[in-house]
């Protein structure tokens, strides 16, 4: 059971640079999502999609961009890396089925540090 | 507007005792999910628990225990005879339904330690 699965683990951008976070699902699950989670904070959502094609801002999506070609595949784009973007990434995918509410399922998180 | 207050940021417990964390919701709608989340040292965030607002039954999993009441908008996190491995942070979180799709809203999270 693959799950939710994001690459690299471990990264770290010098000031300017720019990356791609990696994530795939392979439960069939029509919403992903990107959320950051800064040292000893919740987290926050960037981007989330309700399906292939389409997606939409979450709460701190400056700096960011994705894209949903497939049901599989939602990959974070960073640009312009900057300090501030030094955190912990969390790609999630949940399955909309009825009254059974939406349980989101985390990968294991990538942790960017930018210097 | 949705918010989650988790109002205590830390916690610290000697083993077996019992600890309760505090979760406390905000939302006028009345379809609504909360869930509890466990994030240990190794940083993965695992499911513990979906509760939906229609369904105000208290639920209990081994030494885990959540109580969800309407009337105080509240759903608090028991676990009964605490041990070491429970040390980590748990998330409260509310889920609405949106035009396009589910919005969650996570609290800040407490943190738990156990000490033996």
């Known amino acids: 059971n693959a799950g939710v699965t994001q690459t690299p683990k471990f990264r770290i951008l010098k000031i300017g640079q720019s990356m791609t976070l990696q994530c795939a699902q392979d439960?069939?699950?029509?919403?992903m999502y990107w959320y950051r989670q800064d040292p000893g904070m919740g987290l926050k959502l960037i981007y989330y999609?309700?399906?292939?094609?389409?997606?939409d801002k979450g709460e701190v999506p400056n700096g960011y961009n994705v894209s949903r070609s497939t049901t599989e595949d939602f990959p974070l784009r960073l640009e312009l890396a900057a300090p501030s973007q030094t955190s912990v990434y969390f790609c999630?995918?949940?399955?909309?089925?009825?009254?059974?509410?939406?349980?989101?399922?985390f990968g294991e998180g990538s942790w960017l540090t930018v210097v | 507007a949705q918010k989650v207050t988790q109002a205590q940021t830390e916690i610290s417990v000697v083993e077996k005792e019992d600890v309760t964390l505090d979760c406390v919701y905000e939302?006028?709608?009345?379809?609504?999910?909360l869930f509890w989340y466990k994030q240990p040292p190794s940083g993965e965030l695992v499911f513990l628990i979906r509760r939906n607002s229609f369904d105000e039954q208290n639920e209990i999993s081994g030494r885990y225990s959540w109580n969800f009441q309407k009337s105080t908008s509240s759903f608090n996190f028991t676990i009964t005879a605490s041990q070491v491995v429970d040390s980590a942070v748990y998330f409260c979180a509310l889920t609405v339904l949106r035009t396009g799709g589910f919005k969650t809203i996570f609290g800040a999270g407490t943190r738990l330690f156990v000490k033996a």
């Open positions: 999609s309700v399906g292939a094609g389409i997606t």
């Open positions: 999630a995918s949940s399955y909309l089925a009825g009254n059974s509410g939406n349980t989101i399922y």
């Open positions: 939302t006028r709608d009345t379809t609504y999910y």
């Open positions: 439960m069939n699950h029509n919403y």
